[in-house]
Nanobody, 123 residues
């Protein structure tokens, strides 16, 4: 079992940047592929980005490709990051960290979730 705790959310103006962190405890995070999802008010939870166990492979939703969103991980620190640049008001959502045994699983139905961190982008 792995426990996931997100941090780094907050209020930022449009065009600004935030870096989210997800600290894993329990089973070492390198056992899992990791990902980020987000859920805006009144909407479903959507996939944002995922990274393989080694960090060699990553995947992004079309909505964030080419927009300065970058997922990375530091297995020595059991932490995965989501760097978000050029933020827009439509990026406002609760961002959730997720873990699964492989990158395909974590992009679809990850079995492990964090509690979420709020990101609010003002116009």
């Amino acid at each position: 079992q792995v426990q996931l705790v997100e941090s780094g959310g907050g209020l930022v103006q449009a065009g600004g940047s935030l870096r989210l962190s997800c600290a894993a405890s329990g089973r070492t995070s390198s056992t899992y592929a990791m990902g980020w999802f987000r859920q805006a008010p009144g909407k479903e939870r959507d996939f944002v980005a995922a990274i393989s166990r080694s960090g060699a492979s990553s995947s992004y939703a079309d909505s964030v490709k080419g927009r300065g969103f970058t997922i990375s991980r530091d297995n020595a620190k059991n932490t995965v990051y989501l760097q978000m640049n050029s933020l827009k008001p439509e990026d406002t959502a609760v961002y959730y960290c997720a873990a699964g045994l492989n990158i395909v699983r974590v992009t679809t139905t990850p079995p492990h979730w964090g509690q979420g961190t709020q990101v609010t982008v003002s116009s």
